[in-house]
C-alpha cells in the first residue's frame, strides 16, 4: 500500500478522524503517528473490504418468476451500511442471469454474486447499468470478474471521461473506506446502446429502453413485459427524497408519466421498495419534482435570492420524508439554477 504525503493535509486529517475511534487523540498524535495508523488500517481494511464480501444483511426478494431484487437501505452510503444504499435487479433464464444495477462496492456485488449462485447454476451474462452513478456502479468490476458483459447507454460517455467522474471516485474512496479503495475502478460499457435494445437469456428476453434523459442522460429501465416487471432504476425513488444533482426534471417529469400510463404490474425503483400499485407510488418523485419546479421557478422568474425563496417554501409536504434534511436544500438550488438557465433563454 503507498501512503501519499498529502494523508497530511487537511483532507488526510478527515480522512483519518472518520475513520479512527478516537478522533481527539489522533489529532494530537500528529502525522507521522496519523500516517503509521493510516497505513494500519488501510492493511486491515483491504483485508476486510477489497477481497472479501460485504457483510451486511442482503436478501434477494422475489419479484415475480424467475425475478428477484435486493434492496439497500435508504440512507447515505457510510462505512456501517457498506454503501449498501441502492438496489440491483436479478432476471433468471434458462440461457443465463442478467443483473440490473451493480451496486455500490465492488464487495456488495461479490455478495451479490454468492446469493444468485444460491438459486442458479446459470452464469451471469449481463449487467445493465440504468445509470452511472456512484452507487449503482462501482460493484461492476466483480461482474466483470466473472464474465459478464456490461450494458449501458451512450448518454454516459461524457460523464465517463470527465473531472466529475475521476473526482467521485476519489472522495467514495475517502468516504466508504476500506469498501470503495484504491483497487476500485470505473468499469465502461462492453456494450453502448444507442436506443432501445433487447438482451436474451434463452427463451426468455429482455427489453432495454431509454429513458432519460431525466435523472441523467443515460437512464436505462429493463422491462420484462410477460411478467410485467419494470426496473426502473433511479427514475423512482420510493420511501426517501430522490437525488437530483443536475437532472433535468422537466423530461424526468415526464418520463414518469409515460411510465405510470404503462401501468406495469411491479416496478422495482432504484431505490427503496418495489410496487405493485404504480399509480400511487410513483407520485411521490413525480410530484417532489413538480414541486421543486413550481416554486425554484417563480422564485428564479421574479428574481429572488435562493436563500429568501428557499425560506418562504412550505417543505411540510415532504419534511418528514427520510434524506429530506440531508439532500433537499442542494435538490431545491440545483432546480433554482436550472430554472434560471431556462428563464435566460
Ligand atoms: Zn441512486
Redesign the pocket.
Same mark, same amino acid.
Given at each position: 500500500m503507498i501512503v501519499n504525503i498529502s494523508l497530511c493535509g487537511t483532507n488526510g486529517a478527515n480522512v483519518r478522524q472518520r475513520k479512527s475511534p478516537s478522533r481527539g487523540g489522533l489529532r494530537r498524535a500528529g502525522c507521522v503517528a496519523g500516517l503509521a495508523l493510516a497505513f494500519l488500517m488501510s492493511t486491515v481494511g483491504a483485508a476486510a473490504g477489497a477481497g472479501e464480501s460485504a457483510t451486511v444483511s442482503m436478501t434477494l426478494q422475489r419479484v415475480a418468476e424467475g425475478v428477484y431484487f435486493v434492496q439497500g437501505e435508504n440512507a447515505m452510503g457510510s462505512a456501517l451500511n457498506q454503501g449498501f444504499?441502492?438496489n440491483a435487479g436479478v432476471v433468471i433464464g434458462d440461457g443465463g442471469v442478467l443483473v440490473v444495477d451493480a451496486l455500490g462496492t465492488p464487495a456488495l456485488a461479490r455478495r451479490l454474486i454468492e446469493e444468485i449462485a444460491k438459486i442458479t447454476p446459470q452464469p451471469i451474462r449481463y449487467v445493465v447499468v440504468t445509470?452511472y452513478?456512484a @452507487?449503482?456502479i462501482y460493484g461492476l468490476q466483480a461482474f466483470k470478474a466473472v464474465g459478464a458483459t456490461i450494458v449501458g447507454h451512450v448518454g454516459a460517455r461524457d460523464y465517463l471521461s470527465s473531472d466529475t467522474a475521476r473526482l467521485r471516485l476519489q472522495a467514495s474512496r475517502d468516504e466508504l473506506f476500506p469498501w470503495i479503495d484504491e483497487t476500485t475502478r470505473v468499469v465502461e460499457p462492453d456494450r453502448w446502446l444507442e436506443r432501445d435494445g433487447t438482451l436474451s437469456l434463452g427463451s426468455t428476453s429482455v427489453q432495454v429502453r431509454h429513458v432519460g434523459p431525466a435523472h441523467t442522460p443515460e437512464d436505462l429501465a429493463v422491462v420484462l413485459p410477460d411478467r410485467g416487471v419494470v426496473f426502473a432504476g @433511479?427514475l423512482v425513488f420510493r420511501g426517501r427524497i430522490p437525488?437530483v444533482g443536475g437532472a433535468d426534471s422537466r423530461r424526468w417529469i415526464a418520463s414518469l408519466e409515460t411510465l405510470i400510463a404503462q401501468r406495469p404490474t411491479v416496478v422495482v425503483p432504484?431505490?427503496g421498495t418495489l410496487t405493485t400499485d404504480v399509480a400511487r407510488d410513483l407520485v411521490l418523485t413525480r410530484d417532489y419534482l413538480a414541486y421543486l419546479r413550481e416554486t425554484m421557478g417563480r422564485a428564479a422568474r421574479e428574481l429572488e435570492p435562493f436563500e429568501e425563496a428557499y425560506a418562504k417554501v412550505d417543505w411540510s409536504r415532504f419534511e418528514n420524508v427520510p434524506l429530506f434534511r440531508l439532500v433537499n436544500r442542494m435538490n431545491a438550488y440545483n432546480t433554482y439554477l436550472l430554472m434560471e438557465a431556462q428563464a435566460g433563454k
Open positions: 444504499v441502492s445509470h452513478h @452507487d449503482h @433511479d437525488f432504484g431505490h
